[in-house]
């Protein structure tokens, strides 16, 4: 049965990743926004009002183990936790689950008890633990860091107060630390989740305060500085689950700020954002360890400091008081997460899980989010399932049903993942009477029960995307051979092929040069334009004699022939390249060799499997693919360069990417590089990429800038925002008169990110199709 904590609504039978539940509730339209359209472009799929999708079922793909595997359940021996609700469970590397803290519905206890579980020998262990011992708590997350440590954020305790300290615990020493940290500290929350990316610690939702009220906030914790950003509004959730993938922060799940179960799936763009690249510069840490502020004495939000109460009398594992931090606490409303902010809302489908039914658990594996939904007392093991959502493709498909996966009898409380994706692991106990064992305080559920599924058999490879020999699958007879790695698609397998020398047995027939790496690239950066205004026709070797040549690229003519239309129209003409067998474009030579392995591949995007010499992902490459997608008319290669380098836009490359779409004639895309041009003025000027542009683009792109613009600082500045212009508008919408005020309030100065941007922000989220 589920278990709920008395005195919180809505609680859910474990820790922050787990909702489930029954009955009927309507779900709530996903508020509007002009997000990065990422759902908007999906095709085939039918539309309804207010960003509402219904997604098409797909099929199952031979995905089910063709061999009858079926997860094995195993009893554990030893110091068995009760079945506690809102602990934290984590796999932490080398065969072992520990389990902290949570709340004991028997006894109505808080704990702050450190177990570790031997999954070799299932054995359950009351670790010893030392040093500063956090106090009792629920609600919290637990985050394996560097294989090694445990990063333990918030949660609540006995008295029902919510905490935002930051403890960690070491693996190997079994001792507590908490460490002076800096910036404004996030509000002391519960049931939020936590996400790791690059070092640093995303905190995401939650729920705090007397009431229970729903936080809708993202920050993080930059764990070089131990200093945490500011707060920025992103999607109210808890008891939600969060995933970094493809740069950006995935939030599915769990329960709305109406207390509603929902189905949405969130995502917020990191990369080419400042604010997420850089460590944050809002506070530091002076030597007597007092907080400083790094910018102006009066931030754009106002805080103010009150103490979190810890846990009274001493943790229950050792004789140490424990001490918290203290909170700041946000009395300004905060504003948008920079970035593309886009949602999609999964209605009703064959292969589409109901988030009603049952207790649901979500982990991630190789870009994929998985779904358990396991028996609640309202569904038995039959309508369970294990099912997956694609998170390239967004759309779900079933991989196995409830019988194949759950034995009946069981009841299922945590999951937890190893960091590869390969394993997971459910923690439960029987549910048949007679199963349940006498404890100290009378009739007892106890984590007795584990069920490890091996998610290779269902087709994944995990989140390191490797190739793994499948002995323990494989016939017997087959076991001592090696597996070679399997095809990915006819792109990769040609790539292998790519600018291989003939004597290697590539089968390459023709040659390609481009200009020399050594060659002046500001003597090349009005070539693409020269070269859009040659003939179709005519030969590509127009520059003089004597200009320096890269090293040959070595091609296959038939496959130029049948992906580049140009190239067949010389070959067809038998111009000088068709007796020569060789061909030069007076491009940069990275420009050229990613064009020719887009021709073999239909990607400008790496992999993990590309050559180091054939990997290209460099905005600059990609903003002079534009220009040739342009001069050759390559509509799918426009498609791609305009998508990746509008979501990418970044600071270095702001100046060449709107450079490179002037030429390319991507309005759009220009309209935009200028306004993040404007926007972080001061950084761009000092950008290589700036100093190359001509003369005659410098002064186009200061022309950019707002008739009405005006350079301000200090106090003016920080009243403007105190007074909310532009504060929090922009993606959420404010209205037209605060736009319009907007409108005449931007300005060309580096201070003036939220000032300046407003008026794009209904293309931030644009994606082409």
């Not at 095709?43 to 997604?55: E, F, G, H, L, V």
């Not at 918290?324 to 948008?336: D, E, G, Q, V």
């Not at 599924?453 to 995990?462: A, K, S, T």
């Not at 990609?622 to 426009?638: D, T, W």
Request: glycine share 8%; charged share 20%; hydrophobic share 35%.
């Amino acid at each position: 049965m589920a278990q709920q904590h008395p005195a919180t609504p809505g609680a859910s039978a474990a820790g922050p990743s787990i909702f489930g539940g029954q009955g009927q509730t309507s779900f709530n339209a996903t508020p509007q926004l002009p997000s990065s359209s990422f759902a908007s472009a999906l095709t085939p799929a039918s539309a309804s009002s207010n960003n509402t999708y219904i997604m098409p079922n797909s099929p199952l793909k031979n995905r089910v183990p063709s061999d009858g595997y079926r997860p094995k359940v195993t009893r554990t021996l030893g110091q068995r936790p009760a079945c506690l609700v809102n602990a934290s469970v984590t796999y932490c590397g080398n065969n072992q689950i520990y389990a902290f803290g949570g709340f004991d519905q028997y006894t109505d206890e808080v704990y702050n008890h450190v177990l570790r579980l031997d999954l070799v020998s299932h054995q359950w262990t009351l670790v010893d633990n030392y040093g500063d011992i956090p106090g009792v708590r629920m609600g919290h997350t637990a985050t394996l860091y560097k294989g090694d440590k445990l990063l333990v954020f918030g949660g609540e305790n006995e008295h029902r107060t919510y905490l935002s300290d930051l403890i960690i615990f070491d693996l190997k020493t079994a001792h507590w630390t908490q460490p002076q940290v800096s910036g404004p500290i996030p509000k002391g929350r519960a049931r939020h989740a936590a996400v790791l990316h690059e070092d640093k610690l995303f905190i995401v939702g939650g729920i705090t305060g007397h009431d229970n009220y729903v936080l809708d906030d993202i920050c993080y914790l930059d764990l070089k500085t131990f200093t945490w950003s500011r707060s920025w509004r992103f999607v109210g959730r808890f008891d939600h689950s969060a995933y970094i993938w493809s740069d950006r922060v995935w939030v599915f799940g769990g329960l709305s700020e109406d207390m509603d179960k929902v189905s949405d799936l969130w995502w917020l763009d990191l990369k080419g954002n400042p604010a997420f690249e850089s460590p944050p510069h809002i506070g530091s840490m002076d030597r007597s360890g007092s907080v400083r502020s790094a910018v102006s004495p009066r931030p754009p939000y106002q805080a103010s400091q009150s103490p979190v109460v810890g846990s009274s009398g001493y943790a229950a594992n050792s004789r140490t008081p424990q001490v918290n931090t203290p909170s700041f606490h946000l009395k300004a409303y905060a504003p948008p997460a920079p970035g593309a902010i886009s949602a999609l809302k999964f209605v009703s489908g064959t292969n589409v899980p109901s988030q009603m039914q049952g207790i649901h658990f979500h982990v991630y594996s190789s870009g994929t989010l998985l779904d358990f939904v396991t028996p609640a007392a309202t569904i038995t093991s039959k309508e369970c399932s294990l099912s997956a959502l694609d998170l390239g493709s967004l759309r779900w498909q079933k991989l196995a049903e409830g019988r194949e996966i759950f034995k009946s009898g069981y009841r299922w409380h945590y999951c937890t993942m190893n960091e590869d994706g390969t394993k997971a692991w459910l923690l439960g106990c029987p549910t048949e009477a007679g199963a349940i064992e006498l404890g100290a305080n009378g009739l007892e559920e106890y984590l007795s029960d584990i069920m490890e599924i091996d998610l290779r058999r269902y087709g994944f490879l995990g989140n390191n995307l490797t190739s793994e020999a499948r002995t323990d699958m494989a016939r017997p007879s087959l076991r001592t051979r090696t597996v070679e790695p399997p095809s990915r698609g006819l792109g990769a397998d040609l790539a292998r092929l790519f600018n291989k020398p003939p004597e290697t047995g590539s089968g390459t027939d023709f040659v390609v040069t481009a200009l020399s790496r050594d060659f002046d690239e500001d003597e090349v950066m009005g070539s693409a334009l020269m070269h859009a205004n040659e003939s179709d026709e005519g030969s590509q070797t127009w520059l003089a004699p004597d200009a320096p040549t890269s090293p040959p690229i070595h091609v296959h003519r038939l496959i130029l022939q049948a992906r580049w239309p140009h190239f067949a129209r010389l070959w067809a003409s038998q111009m000088a390249e068709f007796q020569t067998k060789k061909m030069h474009i007076p491009e940069p030579y990275s420009v050229v060799k990613a064009f020719l392995y887009y021709l073999y591949t239909d990607r400008i995007d790496p992999t993990d499997d590309d050559a180091e010499e054939n990997t290209m992902s460099d905005l600059s490459d990609v903003a002079g693919l534009l220009v040739m997608s342009n001069i050759y008319n390559i509509p799918h290669l426009r498609l791609l360069c305009v998508n990746r380098l509008s979501k990418e836009l970044d600071v270095d490359h702001a100046c060449i990417i709107w450079y490179c779409a002037g030429l390319a004639n991507e309005e759009w895309l220009r309209k935009r590089a200028a306004g993040f041009s404007m926007t972080h003025w001061g950084r761009v000027v000092r950008t290589a990429g700036f100093q190359r542009l001509p003369r005659g683009a410098l002064v186009e792109l200061s022309q950019e800038v707002d008739t009405e613009g005006r350079v301000i600082g200090g106090d003016e500045l920080d009243n403007m925002i105190l007074d909310g212009v532009g504060g929090v508008g922009g993606r959420f919408g404010d209205g037209a008169d605060s736009a319009a005020s907007r409108r005449k309030e931007s300005v060309s100065s580096s201070q003036t990110q939220m000032l300046e941007t407003e008026e794009e922000d209904d293309d931030d989220g644009m994606e082409m199709s």
